[in-house]
């Protein structure tokens, strides 16, 4: 059974305070992980794909990052716009399926 | 610019009925999915289309949901008779796959919030 896991559920920051979410998955054969942001009432935006251990990505103040085992979204010096859910999926060999994570609720306060 | 669109936004309805959701996904792309979200599941697929064609409805429950595509912009979920328990908010979301690869970047829609009583 695939497993996605996000740690922590929730997260509150000061702006400007940077720090990380996990996504750790136990699934055989990885062909790709996503993150995506999910605002209140909103359907998920997608923000990166990663494909292989070692691979990163950037878009603004968000990097994602990729091991055998785990991923994690580093957000330097957030502001209060990045205050939202971040949710990761795990795409396995042989399974036509997503299987998303429960997500992190991120607060920034001014 | 280009977006999935879902109606209806807001379904409340009572055990026993038929509902159905639409979904009007990005032209041109060529797979589709519905998913639901509830607070204690977190985001379950629910059926997959490529160019389509069913690919995956494993997470569906077979006996009262149905998921169709009768054209290249029109996708369909309908649940007969619901239930308390179908409750949820119910995304559909579309993608350009290249060839030999199931998935890409997923555009999803607003969401339709089914509430049945």
């Known amino acids: 059974e695939d497993q996605v896991t996000q740690s922590p559920e929730a997260l509150r920051l000061q702006e400007g305070e940077s720090s990380s979410l996990n996504c750790s998955y136990t699934?055989?054969?990885?062909?790709?992980l996503f993150w995506y942001r999910q605002d209140p009432g909103k359907g998920p935006e997608f923000l990166f794909t990663?494909?292989?251990a070692g691979e990163e990505k950037e878009k603004e103040r968000l990097k994602a990052t990729l091991t055998k085992k785990e991923s994690f979204l580093h957000i330097t010096a957030p502001k209060p716009e990045d205050s939202a859910t971040y949710l990761c999926?795990?795409?396995?060999?042989?399974?036509?399926?997503?299987?998303f994570g429960t997500g992190t609720r991120l607060l920034v306060s001014p | 610019d280009a977006r999935v669109t879902q109606t209806p936004r807001h379904k409340v309805t009572e055990m026993g009925q038929e509902v159905t959701m639409r979904c009007q996904p990005i032209l041109g792309h060529n797979t589709v999915f519905w998913y639901r979200q509830t607070m204690m599941q977190g985001l379950e697929l629910l059926a997959y289309f490529r160019n389509r064609a069913p690919l995956d409805d494993s997470g569906m429950p077979k006996d009262r949901f149905s998921a169709e595509m009768p054209d290249a912009t029109l996708a369909t979920l309908k649940i007969q008779p619901s239930e308390p328990r179908d409750s949820a908010v119910y995304f559909c979301?579309?993608?350009?796959?290249?060839?030999?690869?199931?998935?890409?970047?997923?555009?999803f829609g607003p969401g339709t919030r089914l509430t049945v009583l």
């Open positions: 979301a579309s993608g350009l796959a290249p060839p030999g690869q199931s998935y890409n970047e997923q555009f």
């Open positions: 999926a795990v795409h396995q060999t042989g399974f036509q399926k997503l299987v």
């Open positions: 990663l494909y292989s």
């Open positions: 699934v055989s054969g990885l062909r790709g």
